[in-house]
């Protein structure tokens, strides 16, 4: 086993022959075939243990949330079990071919997004658990998704199978064809959403071509306006955010008094502050806004509990709203295995691997730390709490439409793994053919396998009274 990277970038003095020899020597240590093993180490952690962990450092009344959520069904058990696959890759051996890693690549966070220039792009959009790694565990985690989703689905294993081969097979693919481009070429190419069409083996039929058409429509309407419309409403002639614990809980609800007032005026501190960490013409635009209400909300599976706040800005007048999301960002649940990050602000690690893995960046997306809140010191990024976000829905999904979408997953993870990884190095090592897809299949096979196991482990301990979970709530 490798224990660090072989090629993240290099100083140019290897020529692309050397680098491709990378890949090639990459295959003595871990044959392609041999990705296809999974089985659980004999000293494999207890899943709920490991969840547990991470629990330990968030907010205590919204654990519950999180364990009902998990509960729900594997699909969701492993959109929230981010730390138990790293901690079952981590004990495997590895290609040692680093990229800057998602983290937690599975289909879900693959999504429709705005750019900067108001074009409408197809990328990966979440980034908490971010860290150079080997690039082959985003593509695991991203295959055993697709068999986790498909199963939900009521798709046969075969049909699974071809699902997995879909995105293995487009990244593979697409990686051969930036290890054949310039870097600036690799840097620039983005999926703008009028062009994806050209990332699909073939045109698409008339059906996905209408939901893809839906899809960009949803994802246009997804802006502050009309997230205002939804979360806030006028008191008393102010912009106010709308009660709904404990989802949605306003600071003034959360901590009346003066101990409120002091997170106010913590969170005020942590937005100006944060500021810093823009460009200066987008710190001139943010300057423009002021800061009208704050709560505190819970997001997504795997981040409930985090401290996450949105903040409600006003510019013009009430017609003019801006909401941004400040997120507490912890440790990645790869450093164990892949080393402590090179930042010592963990926002700023996701803010980092976010701008270099994506193709265009929210334009607020920054990074700042705040003091007192629950006590310490803790690290934040914020961003846009919606800008033209168009969320998949796989459980609407037939085969052929899932497929189609593996197939952008996997090309928009090449993409994002070419800007930072080597993609000579990585295409060498996948070679021309499919044995690096057949092998996947059966990694994610059997990886399904150990997440439903793992799911029913977490229904197990709340049955036995181990953990409480509060199943009375949606996401």
């Known amino acids: 086993m490798h224990d660090g990277p072989l090629s993240l970038t290099h100083d140019g003095a290897l020529s692309p ?5 990378l890949g090639k020597e990459a295959r003595a ?8 093993a999974y089985g659980p180490d004999e000293k494999r952690p207890d899943p709920v243990d490991v969840i547990e962990r991470q629990s330990a450092t968030r907010v205590s009344e919204l654990v519950p949330v999180r364990y009902g959520r998990m509960l729900e069904s594997p699909f969701r058990f492993y959109r929230g079990a981010a730390a138990i696959m790293a901690s079952d890759l981590g004990a495997s051996a590895h290609t040692g071919l680093y990229a800057q890693l998602c983290g937690d690549a599975h289909l879900l966070n693959f999504r429709l997004l705005a750019s900067p220039e108001r074009h409408l792009v197809f990328d990966i959009n979440d980034f908490d658990e971010t860290l150079p790694g080997p690039f082959e565990w985003d593509v695991k985690r991203l295959a055993a998704s697709l068999v986790i989703a498909g199963r939900a689905n009521g798709f046969p294993a075969k049909r699974c199978d071809t ?6 097979a487009s990244y593979r693919e697409r990686m051969w064809e930036f290890a054949g481009q310039r870097t600036l070429d690799v840097w620039y190419a983005r999926d ?3 062009q994806i069409a050209e990332l699909l083996p073939e045109p698409l039929g008339k059906g996905d071509e209408k939901r893809a ?6 994802a246009r309407a997804r802006t502050s306006l009309q997230a205002a419309a939804k979360l806030t409403q006028v008191v008393d002639g102010e912009h106010r955010i709308i009660s709904d614990p404990p989802l949605i809980t306003p600071l003034t609800e959360l901590l009346p008094g003066t101990e409120g007032e002091g997170l106010a005026q913590t969170l005020r501190e942590l937005i100006s502050g944060y500021a810093d960490t823009l460009t200066s013409e987008r710190r001139h635009l943010l300057n423009r806004f002021h800061v009208a209400d704050m709560a505190r909300k819970v997001v997504g599976v795997g981040s409930v509990g985090t401290r996450c706040w949105i903040v409600l800005l006003i510019g013009r007048d009430g017609e003019d709203p801006l909401l941004l999301q400040a997120k507490e960002a912890g440790d990645s649940v790869l450093a164990p295995y892949c080393g402590a990050s090179e930042f010592d602000n963990q926002g700023e690690r996701v803010v980092a691997g976010q701008r270099l893995m994506q193709a265009a960046s929210d334009i607020f997306l920054g990074w700042k730390h705040a003091t007192g809140i629950d006590g310490r010191e803790r690290d934040f990024y914020v961003r846009q709490l919606r800008d033209w976000k168009g969320i998949a829905r796989p459980e609407t999904m037939d085969p052929t439409t899932l497929g189609l979408f593996a197939r952008l997953c996997g090309a928009s993870l090449a993409r994002a793994h070419a800007r930072s990884g080597d993609p000579i190095a990585i295409a060498a090592y996948l070679g021309r053919g499919d044995t690096f897809d057949r092998a996947l299949v059966d990694f994610a096979q059997a990886y ?7 799911h029913q482990a977490l229904t197990d301990a709340v049955s036995e009274g181990r953990v ?8």
Do not use: G
């Open 192 to 194: 703008d959403f009028d």
């Open 468 to 475: 409480t979970a509060r199943t009375d709530l949606t996401a």
């Open 17 to 21: 022959s050397d680098r491709a020899a």
């Open 29 to 36: 240590r871990v044959p392609r075939s041999a990705h296809a």
């Open 213 to 218: 058409v839906r899809a960009s429509a949803k």
């Open 448 to 454: 399904a396998d150990q997440n439903e196991r793992d």
């Open 163 to 168: 699902l997995v081969r879909a995105a293995v």
